[in-house]
Structure formats: structure tokens, C-alpha cells
Nanobody, 122 residues
Framework: QVQLVESGGGLVQPGGSLRLSCATS????????TGWYRQAPGKQREVVAA??????THYSDSVKGRFIISRDNNNKTDLQMNDLEPEDTAVYYC?????????????????WGQGTLVTVSS
């Protein structure tokens, strides 16, 4: 069974940095897109950044120039967050569109991680 496991959240002061990681467990045939979403209290979940299989990236306007998304050959997706602002406080979720090896790689699954809390406060 394929799962996403997040790590790296915590408390940081404004202007500081954090790095979130999203690791995959289980056997994956192909991973098409991975992304990071966030949900602040009282707000809807929103996309923060995404990266496709070709390496093309997308960022929301609110984080462009401050956050960097990357994915390595082990399908681990990181989100480097710099110059953090109190408005970045939220639960961050990893998301992936992939095909597991089970079933011959013909199934498409959209998975979510459990979420990790990022708090930006002095």
C-alpha cells in the first residue's frame, strides 16, 4: 500500500526558514505530480506548489520567490520555505498523483499525507 509521510513542520520566527519533506512508502510504478497544499484556520485548502514528472514547477503567487519545491530520484518531495511570514501559518499537506506497481501500473491514485503544522510567530 502506497502512502505519503510528511515531516519537517514546527515553529519558526518571521523571516526564518523551514524545510518540509514528503516521502513515499510502498512500490510505485510512476509518479506524475506531487504538490504541497496548506489550510489555515477558517480557510479553504489551497495549493502552494507543485512539480510534474518533467520537473516543471508551479507556485502560488503568495509564495513565489520564497518557496522552492523539488523531488529526488527516490520520489521524496521537499518544500524549502524561506522568509516565512505569519500568513504562512497553516497545516501543510503533501499530495501526489501516481500509479502503484500493484496492478501493473494501470491504476491512478491521488494520495494525501497526514499534514504537518507550520507556525510562524515571534
Amino acid at each position: 500500500q502506497v502512502q505519503l509521510v510528511e515531516s519537517g513542520g514546527g515553529l519558526v520566527q518571521p523571516g526564518g526558514s523551514l524545510r518540509l519533506s514528503c516521502a513515499t512508502s510502498g512500490s510505485i510504478f510512476n509518479i506524475y505530480v506531487t504538490g504541497w497544499y496548506r489550510q489555515a484556520p477558517g480557510k479553504q485548502r489551497e495549493v502552494v506548489a507543485a512539480i510534474g514528472s518533467s520537473g516543471v514547477t508551479h507556485y502560488s503567487d503568495s509564495v513565489k520567490g520564497r518557496f522552492i519545491i523539488s523531488r529526488d530520484n527516490n520520489n521524496k518531495t521537499d518544500l524549502q520555505m524561506n522568509d516565512l511570514e505569519p500568513e504562512d501559518t497553516a497545516v501543510y499537506y503533501c499530495n501526489a498523483g501516481l500509479s502503484p506497481t500493484a496492478g501493473g501500473g494501470t491504476r491512478y491514485l491521488e494520495l494525501w499525507g497526514q499534514g504537518t503544522l507550520v507556525t510562524v510567530s515571534s
